[in-house]
């Protein structure tokens, strides 16, 4: 096999508009060199950093998409041809060249996934990047103690909804999400155990969490930034901690608040503390123990939307935009 489909950068979106900025083409496979393998890619995931992936300018934690060349993220599939030693043909691994159907992979670039522990849509979720950077944030980066209190936004998509799941089991005494829509706050109080819900298309955010938290949110996971960012900032406890994940409302809408409401972060002593997954690399075997068994007795919910053929990339990342999705969004290529 010399090529592959793949999804291509072909102009630069604005805001939420990705699907029109984005068409299919054929890149080519390398031969297949001492370590390497060749992956039949059956899901790719879908996450919101490839949207700011592709704009112009650097990252200080990757590198941005080139107009004409392919989009890449996480992935998982089957190993149909192998020069490794420790990848044989027909294991299941993970790696980072999706948004194609088929990889050439090095061995070190990938991670065999067991699928007795988590199915295969799960090492994309639960067990993987997603529910990993939950977990992150709520521990080294949040600090979370039984008997506290937890908000989180974004909370009907991927790790958001794993967030909420895990704080409620490592202990929290509240834990209130937002999302937008009646189905989407039904979901997390109804199958994902949330304390409440809030529906921030509909509600007054802020005397909804003052409702929520008459006294005040300990730990508030902020994947969406924006004004859901300033209304917690105002029902935040003194000496409260947030966990900056994402502000994904910067590509919806240009109504963006003050700089100057973050004088409630002096007037609480509140601690911002913005974070990478990949530094906490260490704490993975820890964390795949703990989710596993969760997973194992049921105790979590693991949902996805899922978008059928690599035809439907660019629609499956507008829909995770502007909020269509349910859990995580992935990509189906291939069984």
Not at 13 to 21: H, Q, Y
Not at 265 to 278: H, N, S
Request: with cysteine.
């Amino acid at each position: 096999m010399k090529e592959t489909t793949a999804v291509l950068l072909a102009r630069r979106p604005e805001g939420t508009k990705v699907a029109e900025a984005l068409t299919l083409g054929t890149i080519p496979l390398p031969d297949l060199t001492p370590g390497a393998v060749l992956v039949r890619n059956q899901y790719m995931s879908v996450d919101p950093s490839t949207r700011g992936r592709m704009d112009p300018g650097e990252k200080q934690y990757t590198t941005n998409f080139e107009i004409g060349g392919p989009l890449d993220g996480s992935a998982i599939g089957i190993v149909v041809e192998s020069e490794s030693s420790i990848l044989p043909v027909g294991a299941t691994v993970r790696h980072r060249s999706g948004w194609r159907e088929f990889a050439v992979v090095d061995d070190s670039a990938a991670t065999i996934c067991d699928l007795a522990k988590a199915p295969a849509t799960s090492w994309l979720s639960a067990m993987g990047q997603t529910g990993f950077t939950a977990y992150a944030g709520l521990l080294p980066v949040g600090e979370l103690k039984p008997g506290e209190t937890v908000f989180v936004t974004g909370a009907g998509g991927a790790v958001g909804s794993m967030a909420g799941q895990f704080a409620r089991l490592m202990g929290a005494s509240t834990v209130i999400g937002s999302a937008g829509g009646a189905p989407k706050c039904a979901w997390l109080t109804d199958e994902c155990g949330f304390d409440a819900a809030i529906d921030y298309r509909t509600a007054d955010m802020r005397a909804a969490l003052g409702e929520a938290f008459p006294d005040g949110i300990d730990l508030f996971f902020d994947n969406v930034g924006g004004w859901q960012l300033v209304h917690a900032l105002h029902n935040m406890t003194i000496h409260g901690r947030i966990s900056m994940c994402g502000a994904v409302s910067n590509f919806g809408t240009k109504d963006q608040p003050s700089m100057a409401e973050l004088i409630e972060t002096v007037l609480r002593r509140v601690t911002i503390r913005g974070f990478i997954v990949r530094d906490f690399e260490p704490l993975r075997p820890e964390f795949e123990e703990r989710v596993s068994g969760w997973l194992a007795s049921g105790d979590l919910v693991d949902r996805a939307t899922v978008f059928e053929g690599i035809e439907n990339a660019g629609a499956g990342l507008e829909g995770l935009l502007n909020g269509a999705n349910l859990g995580k969004a992935l990509i189906h290529l291939s069984d």
